[in-house]
């Protein structure tokens, strides 16, 4: 029996805090994305491209997606090195539209409160 893989906890604390809703990704980062999928899919000749328009997957989702490629794939050729050094964008990407819908989400949440205090006075 092999051993389980060792766990990327830096992934999965990437996964963990994306959250699990659609995130608002302009079109050239979904673009980014999916270019980076497809360099993947063509480097390594596997399927990388979810079925789901990248637009309509949770943010989570999307993540585990990437993650769990860049921690599987083993690049052999610079082809290779190139698509796989591609994910770390994406997963970027998607980190940093992640954080902003939730730091975004939190303020309204604030104002929401600040306003029903408010209307309590």
Excluded: N
Aim: aromatic share 4%; proline share 9%; with cysteine.
């Amino acid at each position: 029996m092999t051993p389980p893989p060792p766990t990327d906890l830096a992934g999965e604390r990437l996964v963990r805090k994306t959250p699990d809703c659609i995130l608002p990704l302009d079109q050239g980062d979904q673009d980014y994305i999916r270019a980076g999928l497809e360099a993947v899919q063509e480097a390594f000749g596997i399927a990388a491209l979810p079925d789901v328009p990248l637009g309509l997957m949770p943010g989570r989702t999307l993540m585990r997606l990437l993650v769990d490629l860049r921690a599987r794939l083993r690049p052999r050729s610079p082809e290779q090195t190139s698509a796989w050094g591609r994910l770390a964008g994406a997963i970027l990407i998607l980190d940093m539209a992640g954080e902003f819908a939730s730091q975004h989400s939190q303020a309204e949440e604030r104002r929401r409160a600040m306003e029903h205090d408010d209307l309590e006075d």
